[in-house]
């Protein structure tokens, strides 16, 4: 039963999500927002799940003595002050001014703007040490990023504001966003369709369990 | 001196800047600190002439480290935003159509916008918001906020707050729940999205503050998506523009435009050239073109000079990487 109930509840939202796309009427209609609802419920109750299994696993790490068990303090103890003011800032715990709101704007905001901005460094390190026309192919991709990221910003314009309107660095890198790449884009989309209509179909009709984990 | 101390030396540095930042934020030192042209010029030059002395050590065999890489990559970013260089911004098609479509709305018309990006993408993403948010009231187009991401209704709320003291508003010029209203994040994905094509009460019974759907003047008489004009979507992944395309775009007929960044937007590419998506800001320097449209200029079209500044400097690297490539018979690699 385990295996078999999940597997049920599958095959029939399934279904149901592909007839009511062609078939969007009464019954149809009316089952596809009902498991839409359902949908929204779990995955509400999944963030909460996630939270306390966060606050789990970092609370055993501590327990235990694991490596990083430091951060894991660090986790706990944010987790719970934003808790706290969230809490104790009522319905209206996000207005400007709350204590919530001056913890995210100073602190969670620069934070993860930080991580994010760090791939900058990183990138210019990687392209630096392993970006190389090795052959044709590197060659054509090494001359397309120069094109683009001087295209997209505006000194591309200066550097070649010698030439006629049309032939613009950031005319070729539109050429570019247009059509080769566009044209690669819809090669790996349809790709991917494909492939996820077939997963989708050994799913729907339990060919394919590997998702219910276990053996 | 060890690694470990100097690591904790970096950290502490940074955090001492970090406050001194947070100081001259709020005492407004930044404002008064800004380099002549002539000074920016006499920088630019600097800068390039020890990239070209790099080269030259390069041709000589002697390699420069990462951390050399770091460091001009972190010079390239900050200093332009101290500099005084104006650059012409040029507004792509793309960008424009944005801005034509708003310009062919009502005033009054309902306009849907769902932020689904959080603070890590906010420096390049945040930008757009603002400047879409204020024509948006220039024109007195009526927005009804969302998000599929958790943080994307705070990022809203930064947002307002922002272009309303740009544009020296208060709360009484532009009224929540009249003017606009934010319904706050559902959990779901691409799921809300299809079942708001029927019903967007049942997905957000309360807006983010808890009032409910039908105590908010601006929502009542909103069932679906055949009662928006025009929506907009500002995202930075999954669920995101494709999900928006793929569901109320291709199933329920909504005309959708998109803010992504400068990552994603490749992507949604073919969504553009179908026809699908009706304009697109591809990310801080479409955020510049659509500053430069609204004249709303804000941190788009402040941050381009770092980012074209960056891009010269990172190129630079790369044709010096492969200098070093070929000087050594096309075999190594740079280690460090």
């Known amino acids: 039963m385990r295996r078999e109930v999940p597997l049920l509840i599958t095959g029939i939202v399934g279904i149901v999500f592909v007839v009511s796309y062609f078939i969007p009427h009464y019954p149809f209609s009316e089952m596809e927002h009902w498991f839409s609802d359902w949908f929204a419920i779990v995955a509400a109750c999944a963030i909460v799940l996630g939270a306390l299994n966060l606050m789990v696993v970092s609370g055993q790490k501590i327990a235990r003595r694991k490596e990083g068990w430091g951060y894991a303090i660090v986790i706990i103890a944010t987790f719970l002050l934003m808790t706290i003011f969230g809490l104790a800032g009522g319905t209206g715990f996000r207005e400007t001014g709350t204590g919530f709101d001056w913890l995210y704007k100073y602190t969670f905001i620069p934070l993860s703007a930080t991580m994010y901005a760090i791939l900058a460094f990183f990138v210019a390190s990687a392209s630096y040490r392993a970006f190389r026309a090795r052959n044709a192919e590197a060659t054509l991709l090494l001359a397309a990023a120069f094109l683009m990221m001087l295209g997209r910003v505006p000194v591309g314009d200066v550097i070649t504001c010698f030439m006629p309107e049309g032939a613009r660095m950031s005319d070729l890198a539109i050429w570019i966003m247009n059509f080769p790449q566009t044209a690669g884009q819809r090669a790996i989309m349809i790709g991917i369709a494909l492939g996820l209509v077939s997963t989708s179909l050994r799913i729907i009709l339990g060919v394919e369990r590997s998702y219910l984990g276990g053996e | ?336």
Not at chain 2, 138 to 154: F, H, V
Not at chain 2, 199 to 223: H, I, K, W
Request: hydrophobic letters at 50%; a negative charge.
């Open chain 2, 1 to 336: 001196m060890k690694t470990r101390m100097v690591e904790i030396l970096v950290v502490i540095l940074i955090a001492v800047l970090a406050v001194v930042a947070y100081l001259g934020k709020i005492w407004g030192w930044h404002e008064g600190f800004v380099f002549s042209t002539s000074v920016s010029l006499a920088v630019v030059i600097l800068i390039f002439a020890s990239l070209i002395w790099i080269l030259v050590r390069t041709l000589m065999d002697k390699l420069v480290g990462r951390r050399i890489v770091f460091l001009y990559v972190g010079i390239a970013i900050t200093l332009p935003l101290f500099m005084s260089i104006e650059q012409e911004i040029v507004i792509s098609d793309e960008v424009q159509a944005i801005y034509d479509e708003l310009e062919q709305l009502q005033p009054g018309s309902k306009v849907l916008v769902s932020l689904d990006y959080d603070p890590a993408s906010a420096p390049e993403l945040q930008p757009m918001a603002e400047a879409f948010f204020g024509e948006c009231f220039k024109r007195d187009l009526k927005l009804i906020i969302m998000g599929l991401w958790p943080m994307g209704p705070q990022q809203a709320n930064q947002a307002i707050d922002t272009i309303m003291a740009r544009m020296g508003l208060d709360s009484t010029d532009v009224i929540y729940g009249e003017d606009y209203v934010n319904l706050g994040f559902q959990a779901g994905n691409e799921f809300v999205i299809q079942r708001m094509g029927s019903s967007f009460e049942a997905m957000f019974g309360t807006d983010y503050r808890g009032t409910p759907y039908q105590d908010l003047p601006l929502v009542r008489n909103v069932n679906n998506f055949s009662n928006i004009d025009f929506s907009y979507n500002i995202s930075a992944g999954f669920p995101g523009t494709v999900e928006w395309v793929q569901i109320a775009v291709d199933r329920f007929g909504l005309r959708l435009a998109a803010g992504n960044t400068a990552v994603q937007a490749p992507t949604v590419y073919p969504y553009l050239r179908a026809g699908q998506l009706v304009g697109l800001m591809g990310g801080m320097s479409g955020g510049a073109e659509f500053e430069k449209l609204t004249h709303l200029e804000g941190k788009a079209t402040t941050y381009m000079l770092s980012q074209s500044f960056s891009h010269i400097i990172v190129i630079g690297f790369i044709i010096i990487g492969n200098v070093a490539f070929f000087r050594s018979g096309r075999k190594s690699g740079l280690k460090e």
